[in-house]
C-alpha cells in the first residue's frame, strides 16, 4: 500500500507521493494518468513526487495528468514546499530541485511564498494565424513555455476552444505552449485576472501559477503595472507576483498564495 496526500493550491489539485524511498517500482507516468483521472482515479491535475536531492531538501517530479512530465509548476511547487515541511523532510525556508532549476520557498501558516527561476525566452507582439483570424500574443518562459494573450472581456472567451489552437500552433513546436488568457482589471491597483489553458492537462484548469507569473511580468511590461501584481485566477482566489525588472528582462521573481494539503489515503 502506498500512501498519497491530496492536495490544492488555488484551485489547482495535486496527488504527492513521498518516493524518496524508491516506493514506487511502475512507471510515474502510467500512475499519473491513473491517479490524476476524475472519474476513476483519485482526481487532479498532477502527480508531485517529493525525492532525494544531493543539491537541495528535496527534488519535485511533477507529472501532469495524462502522463506527460514538466519542468517545473508554480502552484505544485508551493503544494510541494507545504507537504515537506509538515512531513518534516524540510525547513520553513526550503531549497527545491525541480527539472527547471534551484527554486526555493518558504511557508508561513497557509501561505507559501516561492521563488521562482529568472523568465526567459520573452518574446513580445507574436502573430498567430489561426482559421485566417489573426491574434495578437506575447511569449514568456518561467519555468514551463507560456502564450499570454490579453483580452476585453475574459468571461466571453472559449478557453477550450481557442486555447488548443494557440497551445498547438507551429510557432511553438515541436513542445507547445500554455496559454494565459488575460485581462487588466484595475491598472492602477496593478490588478490583473486570468484564464489559462494547461498544456499536459489539456482543459482549462482553476489556476496556473507559473500561468500567473508569466501574465504578470508581460503585464507589467506592456501596462506598466508595478511589483507585487495580484492575479485573479478562475478559481477566484488570488495570487501575487512580485518581481524586479529592467528593460524587460525579469528577476528575483517570487509567487505567493494560499495552498492546503486536503486529506491523506492510500492506495494498492
Known sequence: MIKFTKSVATGNDFIIIDNRSSVLSGDPAVLAKKLCDRFYGVGADGLLLVEKSDSADFRMRIFNSDGSEAEMCGNGSRCAALYAYIKKIAPADMKIETMAGILSAKVQGENVKVKLTDPKEIQWNLCLMIHECPYKVNFANTGVPHVIHFVNDLEAIKVNKLGPKMRYHEEFSPHGANVDFVKITDKKKNKIAIRTYERGVENETLACGTGAVASAIIS?????????????????????????????????????????????????
Open 220 to 268: 507589467a511590461e506592456a501596462e506598466k503595472l508595478l511589483s507585487p501584481v495580484t492575479v485573479e485566477t478562475k478559481s477566484g482566489e488570488v495570487l501575487k507576483v512580485y518581481f524586479e525588472s529592467h528593460e524587460g528582462n525579469f528577476k528575483n521573481v517570487y509567487l505567493e498564495g494560499k495552498a492546503a494539503l486536503v486529506y491523506e489515503g492510500v492506495m494498492p
